[in-house]
């Protein structure tokens, strides 16, 4: 009879502990894993501003598209040009110095003559390309560190003219590209944020098919 009521007496005070330890415990807390992964998600405005970001803007549409050899005039009240798309190659690249994996260099051979009375300054911002979908591509600058391709451009004084090449990164199977040159990009970028923007100022770019 005593060793039963021992017993008895035993369970009772373990279970008792139990109810008493369970009460006691900490509240649950959300898992480690999943605060990591919160704290680490962008918002989705994030995550829009990043991409577009790293998108090149879609440029507007060119009026008339012209052909490789022929000589363009872009004469407006800014500006005295003649515009010549030479010819294109390729470029594997060279040690370090090469496209990304699955694309290509396409190296544009271009001619720009100053016919008017001030000196004029380009940059490669005048320069993009586009494909067959629209799809547009920034000049590859990492290409103007290799030794043999000279950039056409800074700036042309009166009665003089550049030649060299504008280098492009894109998709190995991309074809039916357009290059897009853009005399007045650094004052057209400017005028949209002025408070009266020029009406006399051409911002509409000069197409030239680079596939023959």
Sequence with gaps: MNQQLRTCTGWTAITSLLIL???CSAPKSVPESSQSSNAAS?????????????KPAIPPSPKSTHSIGEAVAIKEQNLDLQ?????????PGKGVIKPNRGHKWVLVDMTIAN??????????????MIDSNN???????????????????????PGEQ?????????????????????PNSSQC????TAPQPSESLNCQPIAIKLNR
């Design 115 to 128: 016919k008017g009375k001030e000196p004029k300054t380009l940059s490669v911002v005048s320069f993009q």
């Design 21 to 23: 330890t369970t009460g």
């Design 189 to 192: 970028e400017a005028s949209t």
């Design 42 to 54: 962008p918002s989705a405005s994030d995550r829009s501003s990043s991409s577009t970001a790293l």
């Design 83 to 91: 515009f010549t798309v030479n010819g294109t190659r390729e470029h």
């Design 135 to 157: 799809n547009p591509y920034e000049v590859a600058l990492l290409a103007g560190a290799l030794e043999e391709v000279e950039s056409p451009t800074g700036e042309i004084s």
């Design 162 to 182: 550049r030649r060299g090449e504008v280098t492009f990164e894109v998709p190995e199977n991309t074809e039916n590209l357009t290059l897009l040159f853009k």
